[in-house]
């Protein structure tokens, strides 16, 4: 038998099943589907514009469709319509919704009444107060009030349960968005139970999902620019008050130009050291002449140094030289015409001054000397000269040295003045460029917003929802053929697997796979019918045809051992059948019977041979021997027999313990033939040796001739 026939004689064994409880399931599946929730599904169509409006932001360098960009772009909505936020808003506003327009009398556009009152149902008295049936949008923020993470939170649950209206799951599921083609045109289908329900939740959603991009898009832009302009304010203020703060500090420290003003006083140190020079060799040079004429004066004439209108006109004539000197000396490259007339005057009066001077003295020598041992006037003349011009000398050397000690000043003043300005300004140019830097981004961010409105203003339903009349196709039919089906294969399944790992011996080609013996006949189990008696005849017949087909005429003696391994199974009516059959072929059969003709614990049995000469007169004899598993069969009756039948029941488990028997039979058979007979099997495994058995109905034949793939024969 092949494996597909095999196969299909297992298929049909069990006919009656396959048939049965598939349609039993099949009428299970009608009755509990008869009230089965019909589906509406209704869509809306959304024109986005991302790809249309694409590189005609005036900011963008690159104008050409970057088809990521515009992919990204596209999904970017659809995630966003699918995102948790959104949906969490859809949930809350069609509860809402539906709870302010529902009616419990009457179908509407909003729910159907059956569903109203499922929906009121379930909702606790505490929710039901924060409806307000005047408003959606306050009744949205009773229920965002009353909301809280917590399981028995009514609200909380409604979105995170497993309501099929309002969950996230089941929202989640039931929303499909879909890109027509390569467009930028979204589609958005949605189907529940209920079409109100299908029309409110696409006619809510084609608004949330708009101001919740929106939100999303210019969110972050605004956010961006409200920091940027926070920063320009805050960096402004520090910038104007560093340019104060230097303002300050060169009105402070008198400095209007700091290059300029350095390089002007290094000249004035250079031109400071020159006079300088210059002042103190004539200051030296008067000094020393004044020296020498004075020790020549006698004690009368150097008495005039203490005279009080002398040092009056000295000191007169010291103080105009200190103001010319002054002048000449601060004020050298001054092009002011008031400093110029007083430099004429005191110059004026210098002259004045002097020439009194020397009229003074010219008095003094005619007064205080005389002829007798006194400078004569020209010593005197000489000497005025030479003090008049180391008094100049003096105060231009005073002013010098003011004008050093000033210039010192400066030095002191200007030195550290340079490295605060350098800090102070470098500091301002640090904050000017942050500031442009930061002008420069907050203008982005404001062209970007420019452009994000311009692309969000383009979002528009262009097929809004409608009111779905028609329900879809019933799935009732796909339902009872799926469990039909399904209750087929689960049957074909466990056979599988029984075929697979039941070790039950059952028929020929199960035991012959087990056991790896050869089976050549098969004897039904006992049952009263007045067909019995036919089918033993019938199945002794095979038998024995088959077990004589190994007799050996050259022989002295040709014997057949009957083994079993179970104690409980009846070899005795199968060696007294074909003990019949062959007699009724006028055969001389003996059949030696354990029990009545020896005994399997006896020495005759088990080492002498006096058995052969019992078994040497007859044409065939039966040897039939207990149960191997409890008694040992001598190696002798294995090896001489002309074949040797094992008796197996078709409805035993092939045990462990009976593969070691199987084994050691064959191993002590020395080459003796070892064929299987199977008792106890089902009339179709006994059909397998016999042919057709009675009864001979129409039915019985047409089922076998199918069982046999007889096709072109049916009911012959």
């Known amino acids: 038998m092949n494996i597909f026939h095999y196969i299909f004689r297992a298929i049909f064994r069990i006919k009656w099943w396959l048939l049965i409880l598939p349609l039993a399931f099949a009428f299970l599946a009608i009755y509990m589907t008869q009230n089965l929730d019909r589906q509406y599904k209704t869509d809306i169509t959304i024109y986005t514009g991302v790809i249309s409006s694409y590189g005609s932001d005036p900011g963008e360098s690159n104008a050409s469709q970057d088809w990521n960009v515009l992919n990204n772009s596209i999904q970017n909505i659809i995630n966003t319509i699918n995102s948790k936020e959104t949906i969490k808003r859809l949930s809350l506003q069609l509860y809402a919704r539906l709870m302010i327009h529902g009616d419990p009398d009457r179908d509407n556009v909003y729910i159907s009444s059956k569903h109203y009152k499922e929906l009121l149902a379930i909702t606790p008295k505490d929710v039901r107060v924060l409806i307000d049936k005047s408003s959606e949008e306050n009744t949205v923020r009773n229920l965002e009030k009353y909301e809280k993470a917590d399981r028995d939170n009514f609200v909380y649950g409604l979105f995170n349960w ?87 500090y060169n009105v402070a420290n008198r400095v209007i ?17 020159l006079r300088h020079q210059d002042v103190l060799f004539v200051f030296n040079s008067s000094q020393a002449a004044l020296k020498q004429l004075e020790s020549g004066m006698d004690a009368n004439m150097r008495a005039i140094r203490n005279n009080t209108e002398f040092l009056s006109r000295m000191n007169q004539i010291a103080d105009i030289n200190y103001n010319i000197s002054k002048i000449q000396t601060l004020h050298a490259d001054s092009l002011q015409q008031k400093l110029g007339a007083d ?80 800090r102070k300004e470098r500091g301002i140019s640090f904050t000017e460029q942050s500031y442009l830097s930061i002008l420069s981004s907050l203008n982005a961010a404001r062209l970007r917003l420019k452009s994000l409105e311009m692309n969000s203003a383009t979002l528009k339903v262009i097929n809004p929802a409608s009111f779905p009349l028609n329900a879809l196709p019933y799935g009732r039919k796909m339902i009872v053929i799926a469990v039909f089906l399904g209750t087929i294969a689960f049957i074909l399944g466990i056979l599988l697997i029984l075929e697979l790992f039941d070790r039950t011996l059952r028929d020929k080609t199960r035991t ?52 079993k391994f179970s104690s409980t199974l009846d070899t005795g009516k199968l060696t007294d059948l074909l003990m019949q059959h062959w007699e009724s072929l006028g055969l001389n059969v003996y059949a030696y019977k354990e029990g009545r003709d020896f005994t399997a614990d006896s020495r005759a049995y088990l080492v002498d041979q006096g058995w052969i000469n019992q ?58 033939p070892t064929v299987i007979c199977l008792m106890n099997a089902e009339k179709y495994v006994v059909e397998e040796f016999t042919g057709m058995l009675p009864p001979f109905t129409f039915l019985r034949r047409l089922e076998y001739q199918l069982a046999n793939f007889g096709l072109t024969s049916m009911g012959k």
């Open 162 to 248: 497993n309501h099929p209206y309002f969950s996230y799951g089941s929202l989640r599921e039931n929303i499909k968005i879909s890109r027509i083609d390569n467009s930028d045109i979204l589609q958005i289908n949605y189907q529940a139970n209920d079409p109100g329900v299908a029309y409110q939740t696409l006619e809510i959603l084609s608004k949330v999902f708009a101001i919740e991009y929106t939100n999303l898009q210019f969110g972050s832009t605004n956010n961006v620019i409200r920091y940027f302009e926070a920063e320009l304010a805050r960096i402004g203020s520090e910038l104007r008050g560093q340019e104060d703060s230097l303002t300050n």
């Open 615 to 672: 078994l040497a007169p007859y044409d065939i004899s039966l040897v039939k021997h207990g149960s191997m598993a409890l008694m040992a069969i001598p190696s002798l009756f294995l090896e001489k027999a002309m074949v040797n039948l094992l008796v197996l029941p078709a409805d035993n488990i092939w045990k462990m313990e009976d593969e070691l028997l199987f084994s050691d039979l064959l191993e002590r058979s020395a080459g003796t």
């Open 257 to 273: 130009n700091y290059d300029k003003q350095t390089e002007a006083i290094a000249l004035l140190d250079k031109e400071y050291e």
């Open 512 to 563: 012959e796979r087990i056991t790896k013996g050869k089976v050549v006949a098969a004897f039904p189990k006992a049952r009263k019918g007045k067909n019995n008696k036919q089918i033993e005849e019938r199945s002794t017949h095979v038998l024995a045809n088959r077990l004589y087909g190994f007799y050996q005429g050259s022989t002295d003696v040709n014997f057949i051992n009957v083994i």
């Open 343 to 422: 430099l004429k005057v005191l110059s004026k009066e210098l002259d004045e001054k002097e020439k009194g001077f020397r009229t003074f003295m010219d008095q003094y020598t005619e007064q205080k000397y005389t002829k007798n041992g006194y400078p004569n006037s020209k010593y005197v003349e000489q000497w005025v000269e030479e003090l008049l011009k180391f008094k100049r000398s003096e105060a231009e050397l005073n002013v010098a040295r003011d004008f050093k000690q000033e210039l010192d000043h400066k030095y002191t003043q200007y030195s550290p003045i340079g490295s605060v300005l350098k």
